[in-house]
């Protein structure tokens, strides 16, 4: 029986993770700041934690650690030496140096989830070539009630310039507007730093460009507002909105050149993160591929749809 790590075990993604998981008879031990068992008890943000961390990877209990703890510190890369590695971040310079920091041939799966993830696979299923122009569209409910990790990585967009974009030289998140279809018209949605460029585009040639909306449409013109306020003074707006809206997601890639559009939608933007982590988790273990780099690599749109119940166009 292969078992796993799950760091931040107690968030609502971990928890999802952690579920999935044991549903296909995997072990999972939950790490986490409060966890009851000592050996456990992992604060990323401290020496110590990290110190832990690594004695549980070294110890060769785990096929795989699953980093969902919402903590970026590329020195979480060193147990990829000892054990499949799985982060959920979706900020491209911490990937970016992340992937810098693992060890020869280890084997990593950066950005699982939904965004990137799906966006990352949806956007290699399109019928593309070197050159072309991707647009990956993704949509959050800005109802649901994500942990604070969540709520820290949008406000850190505001005031923070987007991570080596295709149009070349320094671009701020949230500012750029661009109308996007959502399967009931055309919505709009704001230029933001998902690392859907970083994870496939230079690789495939391709150039990716991500956006973000809020199914409430109040809510997302309230984030492009707040993304021209200075940066502390926006983060702080986004910290105390109310949520409004509901709890929808919906990922899409379009190719500009064709008009292809490949997209997904459901209900509960944490747990189908932490459902796609479980199953990154599960076929980097099984596989035993080498430095896979994003999902995209190692999953299928068919699979991961069928992961989700369906929900694909």
């Known amino acids: ?23 296909v008879a995997w072990e999972v031990a939950e790490g986490s700041r409060t966890a009851a068992d000592e050996r456990l008890r992992i604060d990323l943000g401290a020496p110590e934690g990290r110190r832990r961390l690594h004695a549980a990877a070294a110890s060769g209990e785990y096929a795989a650690v699953l980093n969902a703890s919402g903590v ?5 890369g060193a147990v990829a030496d000892q054990a499949a590695l799985v982060d959920i971040s ?9 992937a810098e920091a693992v060890p020869p041939d280890a084997r990593v799966v950066l950005g699982a989830g939904i965004a990137p993830g799906l966006s990352t696979i949806l956007a290699a ?44 030289g320094t671009l701020r998140n949230l500012v750029r507007r661009r109308r996007m279809p959502d399967g009931r018209g055309r919505r709009i949605h704001l230029r933001a730093d998902f690392p859907d460029q970083l994870l496939l585009g230079h690789a495939s040639g391709l ?4 956006w973000l909306a809020l199914d409430s449409r109040v809510s997302t013109a309230a984030l492009g507002v707040a993304a021209h306020l200075p940066g502390a003074v926006g983060a702080a707006v986004v910290r105390r909105a109310p949520h409004l809206g509901g709890s929808a997601w919906r990922v899409a890639a379009l190719n500009r050149r064709t008009g ?31 430095r896979v780099g994003s999902m995209a690599g190692l999953v299928s749109e068919t699979e991961a749809l069928a992961e989700l119940g369906g929900g694909g166009g």
């Open 1 to 23: 029986m292969s078992r796993a790590l799950v760091l931040g075990a107690r968030g609502a993604v971990g928890r999802a993770a952690v579920t999935a998981l044991r549903a």
């Open 72 to 76: 970026e510190d590329a020195r979480i």
């Open 125 to 168: 299923a399109l019928d593309a070539r070197q050159g072309d122009e991707i647009d990956v569209a993704v949509m959050l409910g800005s109802g649901e009630r994500h942990g604070p990790a969540a709520v820290e990585w949008t406000a850190g967009l505001l005031g923070a310039a987007i991570h080596d974009p295709v149009e070349g």
């Open 207 to 210: 150039r990716i460009r991500s």
């Open 90 to 98: 979706a900020t491209a310079a911490y990937l970016d140096a992340l």
């Open 260 to 290: 292809e559009l490949r997209e997904a939608r459901g209900e509960g933007q944490s747990a189908a993160t932490g459902r796609l982590a479980a199953l990154a988790v599960r076929r980097v273990v099984e596989r035993d591929a080498a």
